[in-house]
């Protein structure tokens, strides 16, 4: 059985997207010049700031480009479904935000990002723009907590860009800004749930099997193979089987504030994720802590895959600042 | 086969989405003492302001509660998944909404909402709050043109809203805010085109059958039959046919400007919105039209249904205007 999905020819599905996108989102967007796959936001790089690069493959709408903009990052290199974008539009999106301050390249722990970008790093090198890296690792299903630096990055990725975006925006060193980058994602812990797969527009096919009543705990946003696959649960255990897991890492003590989000994987609504809302808060509550903001919607999907993760942000004083700093971006947008 | 579904009990489903929207949104969002399906706008209802009551049954989130704010609706009447809310909580609405300048009640045109609210309205009246309701028709499909007072109300509510509770926030007068809440329900046209069913947490059965290649033309946000079913075709042609029906009856003339709306009826990505949303740029810039602004995203969706709806709001300076107003609801901001 093939999944419907309004699509034109399945190779162009990316492209015409880009073009979708900008259309809809002049004030907010342009594309490089002869580079339609490096998007940048139109208010955003200026002279003296340190430029802000973010991106991966494409399928996680609004991840990533709709958190590109003022406050928040400068660009977006936009790769293939579930793909990593190559090294060009990279270059081109260090190119276009370079406001003479070096650049911070953040993106998802993932093999094929970290080569193209990692070789876009080392070209832009050769023109003597300094570019460093900070990797999002966010994903607490995805290796053991003392190999944090395997795991994967994912939703918790909107904290994290979030975070460097305003350290960017309020003018801080490149050495802040990484320094900024990797406290966020330290910071950061996400918990994913998977009940249905999804299907790329190439091939129309589900990209994984699972069980008419089964979900998969820490499946990962390409279907990666999560920690454990069991019966569907209510709702309440559910948020509490991705919560313990978070609070066992996260060592957090009465009074301390969380950012959260509660994430759609695709096709999850509204109603479920603020159900899983309303236990998170019963839980935190009970433990003291305080939600200073949360995000509940869709974030970092994985096309129409149904599901649902829970982000976890353990704030300090500075975390939260740059959590509340103003963004305004084409797909999401604060203060 | 039953879908899957994070949630709890499915008959508490409604009640604790609000708790956990409600804990998620504290700043903006509060349920009347009493009445927790009566939900009311932290800083939109004022003294000398008419009240903006908006609502309908539950399962369309954002619709209608994330619409709920300043400069936008003062409350929505909740009621159960697809069903009416009962005249309980519609009063209830009314009466913490009332600046004593009147209240409109605004809503989609369907039986059991017109009931209700009509009941609510009756009692109001005893109480000498004086009511006025605008029934919105913005669903083309439901009705011919020549019986627009039968269509369906539909993703075009958001426009609607967005008019109406602008005019409130700007301290028109209750027959001004009824004007233009009348002439912005003339001016938006909504298609929508359905892909698969979605089931209700009661039941976790589908609430209608479809092929596995098929779509549905115009068919309702609970499932209501359409207007023709055949081929899924591509998304350049059914984007054309929902176009087609929304232009033949929009009668705009090249210059004119148009709000648009690309909605997800639940488990539609963003990355066929956006596809769809290219095509409609195409369309009306070769009709000389301007897009005013323009929304894609979740707006009014069946649960997880998949589809999608476009809008077109045929703009004044007046609609442009208050399409414009600035506003902060949960789920929803402009300016």
């Known amino acids: 059985m093939k999944t419907k999905k309004l699509i034109n020819a399945g190779e162009n599905a990316v492209d015409e997207m880009l073009e979708g996108i900008l259309s809809a989102h002049p004030d907010h967007l342009y594309a490089v010049d002869g580079m339609p796959r490096a998007i940048v936001a139109r208010h955003g790089p200026r002279q003296g700031k340190v430029g802000l690069v973010i991106g991966g493959g494409s399928g996680h709408e609004p991840s990533f480009l709709g958190f590109v903009g003022k406050g928040l990052a400068d660009a977006a290199a936009v790769g293939n479904v579930f793909a990593s974008p ?21 993106y998802g722990n993932y093999a094929g990002d970290v080569m193209n970008f990692d070789m876009a790093a080392e070209m832009l090198a050769m023109d003597d ?31 994290i860009f979030k975070a460097a975006g305003a350290a960017c925006d309020l003018m801080y060193s490149l050495d802040e800004v990484e320094r900024v980058a990797r406290f966020a994602n330290e910071r950061t812990y996400t918990m994913g749930v998977a009940l249905s797969p999804c299907s790329l ?47 066992e890492e996260m060592k957090a003590s009465a009074g301390d504030r969380v950012a959260v989000l509660i994430n759609s994987l695709g096709s999850t609504p509204l109603m479920e994720l603020y159900i899983m809302m309303r236990r998170v808060k019963q ?11 949360s995000l509940v919607g869709n974030y970092c999907t994985s096309l129409e895959m149904a599901g649902a993760s829970i982000t976890l942000m353990h704030l300090d004083h500075e975390l939260q600042r740059l959590i509340d700093h103003p963004c305004d971006c084409a797909m999401f947008r604060v203060g």
Do not use: W, Y
Request: some cysteine.
């Open 129 to 159: 723009l300094e570019v460093r890296t900070v990797l999002s690792t966010d994903d607490v299903a995805s290796a053991p907590a003392d190999q944090r630096e395997k795991r994967r990055g994912v939703a918790g990725n909107v904290f």
């Open 283 to 293: 839980r935190l509550d009970q433990m003291g802590l305080v939600i200073h903001t």
């Open 86 to 106: 190559p090294p060009d539009p990279i270059i081109a999106c260090a190119t276009a935000v370079n406001g003479g301050a070096g650049v911070l390249f953040l």
């Open 201 to 247: 527009p190439q091939t129309l096919k589900p990209n994984f099997a699972i069980g008419e009543s089964e979900m998969e705990i820490g499946m990962g946003i390409h279907g990666e193979p999560g920690v454990a696959r069991g019966e569907l649960a209510p709702a309440d255990a559910v948020t509490d089987t991705l919560l313990d897991k978070i609070l």
